[in-house]
């Protein structure tokens, strides 16, 4: 089955600074790479999404990377704010609702004042 | 989160118990899916359903089962409660754009269970 590894598993920078989070994935079947952002006590909400096809999509100040042949892909978060402090959390899944998604282990992102 | 619901939020229960956790969709969508999330684990899949009485088993199934008898509503049971499953219980839902992947794949806000 498809493996996720996430990384880092907690990442603190200024504000006003960029964030990266790094995600690889083991199943080249894989075609969709979304991400989640989780904020306390609350259910996780899809922040931007990726598919196959596609080597970088942008979202204001959200950017999501793939690189199939290395099969990794990586969210990026420019001039972060406060709000953006949050469990991030990367998937990949072949497509199919019945594949559901794979997760990594969250990144826990801290944005300094 | 907007069309999806999950009950109760919050659970104490005892060892060997069963408990039962609802999740309950307005969207009408094809897939539901129960997730747990622990600490240094992540999301993990524990069942999900492809249709009314349609089921199958995820990553970590073991002492868990589900029922789908209504579009609308899958329930995830803990025959007999241990300390193990004591975690954060997310439902989602989704719906297949076919080939292509997903879309429509949303989360409700959890339920906190504590086995003690």
């Known amino acids: 089955g498809e493996n996720v590894e996430q990384h880092p598993s907690t990442l603190s920078v200024q504000e006003g600074d960029s964030a990266v989070i790094k995600c690889t994935y083991s199943?080249?079947?894989?075609?969709?790479f979304p991400w989640y952002k989780q904020e306390l006590g609350k259910g996780s909400q899809l922040i931007i999404d990726?598919?196959?096809?596609?080597g970088e999509k942008k979202d204001q100040r959200i950017a999501v990377t793939l690189n199939k042949t290395a099969k990794h892909f990586s969210l990026h978060i420019t001039e972060t704010q406060p709000e953006d402090s949050a469990v991030y959390f990367c998937?990949?899944?072949?497509?199919?609702?019945?594949?559901?998604?794979?997760f990594g282990k969250g990144t826990h992102l801290i944005i300094q004042p | 989160d907007a069309g999806i619901t999950q009950s109760p939020r919050h659970k104490v229960t005892e060892t060997g118990t069963p408990v039962t956790l609802r999740c309950h969709q307005t969207?009408?969508?094809?897939?539901m899916y129960w997730y747990r999330q622990d600490p240094g684990h992540g999301l993990r899949l524990i069942h999900y359903?492809?249709?009314?009485?349609?089921?199958d088993k995820g990553e970590v199934s073991d002492g868990y089962s589900v029922s789908r008898s209504k579009t609308e509503d899958f329930l995830l049971t803990l025959e007999s409660a241990t300390s193990s499953q004591t975690s954060v219980y997310f439902c989602?839902?989704?719906?297949?754009?076919?080939?292509?992947?997903?879309?429509?794949?949303?989360f409700g806000s959890g339920t906190r269970l504590t086995v003690v």
């Open positions: 989602a839902i989704s719906e297949s754009s076919g080939p292509g992947g997903l879309y429509g794949y949303t």
């Open positions: 199943d080249s079947a894989s075609n969709y």
């Open positions: 990726i598919r196959s096809n596609v």
């Open positions: 998937a990949a899944s072949r497509g199919g609702g019945a594949d559901g998604l794979t």
């Open positions: 969207e009408n969508h094809r897939y």
């Open positions: 359903s492809y249709g009314v009485k349609d089921t």
